[in-house]
């Protein structure tokens, strides 16, 4: 992604999942995040997991309904896995503009880049695999 004009897209999490943002987070246009994804997609892990999938249909913005609700499935099992290792508020998945679930962490009073997160998260990666996607 940096080598595609994005130079400011994050290294991937601890439990290998893509980052995700939208194209103002990464300091860039839409297009040309939209550019630097599809000529990386052939890079993204194929193991078939929704969270794969969901990068790739966000590319289009055409997510298909089996895809989004798999992927609701192992968010929702990630987000009672954080409450229940000490994380009371940590919402449900919601669906974004885009047509893909995400975590709408901040208007729960979550900040995902703190330590006590990231640890908690990279508990609950290890107990309910799930794309981590914070909006």
């Known amino acids: 992604m940096r080598s595609h004009d994005v130079p400011n897209y994050p290294d991937p999490g601890s439990g290998g999942q893509l980052p995700k943002g939208d194209a103002e987070q990464f ?33 289009t913005g055409d997510c298909p309904q089996a895809v989004v609700q798999q992927a609701l499935t192992e968010m929702r099992s990630f987000a009672r896995c954080m409450r229940s290792h000490g994380v009371p508020n ?31 998260i990279g508990e609950c990666e290890r107990v309910a695999p799930s794309p981590v996607l914070f909006g």
């Not at 839409?30 to 590319?59: I, W």
């Not at 919601?94 to 640890?119: E, L, V």
């Open 90 to 120: 940590w919402p449900d998945p919601t669906i974004g503009r885009g047509g893909a679930p995400f975590f709408n962490g901040s208007a729960h009073g979550i900040d995902d880049h703190s330590p006590q997160i990231r640890t908690k």
């Open 27 to 59: 300091g860039v246009s839409n297009s040309q995040l939209q550019t630097a994804r599809r000529a990386c997609q052939h890079l993204y892990p194929s193991n078939g997991g929704s969270f794969q999938q969901l990068m790739l249909c966000e590319n």
